[in-house]
């Protein structure tokens, strides 16, 4: 393996790591097995029925305590999805007037008043501003994400998001009513100048307050890289 396909597979990987955002947490099984019986997200029934569904395209509320179950499943196996299905969870860990914290594992996320992640890499602050509230079909916003590896250096994604329509979408949690986001654009390793384009799908369902699937394709050098979707499995309240 020459030197420079190592540097592509590592950026490559990098831009999944971005994807996932926090693959390090996750829960591994090989491709094709189902997760062990002592996973701590196991299967869960489909969500009841529920009255009246929320479609507010508003900021929502969230509370300590709520809690989102996902799985992250890659579409192919490369260098850039090298692993199986896996799962994770997010949970409100705090809520005050200047923000939410999350927790996602070990990790920490602090997100400002309208719900956009904070981040610094580098001595750079950026706000990741997935859900541009409130939500109005055909609205078009510029993001940009950041993520700081040891290995590579930083990364940085630069997209172009829109607002989509309210649309049923269905997840193992359940049957939602979900706006879609499409966002594209390109991602760089800063280190060795990589570059090419990226493509993310989220539906966003105001019940939940949160995406309830999000499918993400990215290309290296016009190929496949990053090949994956994530979906609710479970959403729970205090």
């Known amino acids: ?21 926090f693959a390090q947490e996750k829960q591994q099984a090989p491709e094709g097995a189902s997760l062990p019986a002592d996973d701590p997200f196991p299967a869960f029934p489909p969500t009841p029925a529920r009255k009246a569904p929320n479609s507010s395209p508003d900021l929502p509320k969230l509370v300590v305590g709520e809690r989102w179950f996902y799985r992250l499943s890659p579409h192919r196996m490369n260098a850039c999805n090298p692993s199986g299905a896996s799962t994770f969870s997010v949970v409100v860990q705090s809520v ?24 610094e890499v ?16 055909g609205k078009k916003w510029e993001q940009r994400m950041l993520v700081n590896s040891q290995i590579n250096g930083p ?21 939602f009513e979900a706006y879609r986001f499409v966002c594209k654009g390109q991602w760089t390793n800063l280190t060795f100048g990589n570059s ?22 990215t290309w290296f050098r016009g190929s496949y890289c990053a090949d994956h979707e994530t979906v609710l499995l479970k959403f729970t309240q205090p």
């Open 1 to 21: 393996m020459t030197k420079a396909f190592q540097k592509a597979a590592l950026a490559c990987s990098l831009a999944t790591f971005l994807a996932a955002g």
């Open 96 to 119: 005050g007037d200047d923000g939410v914290t999350l927790k996602r594992g070990s990790r920490e996320i602090r997100l400002n008043s309208s719900l956009g992640e904070l981040q």
């Open 122 to 137: 580098n001595s750079t602050r950026n706000v990741q501003d997935t859900f541009n509230f409130p939500i109005v079909p």
């Open 155 to 175: 990364l940085r994604t630069d997209l172009t998001c829109e607002h989509g329509p309210l649309e049923k979408v269905s997840v193992p949690a359940g049957e």
């Open 196 to 217: 090419d384009s990226a493509t993310y799908t989220y539906w966003y369902s105001p019940e939940v307050k949160n995406f309830v699937k999000i499918e993400v394709l």
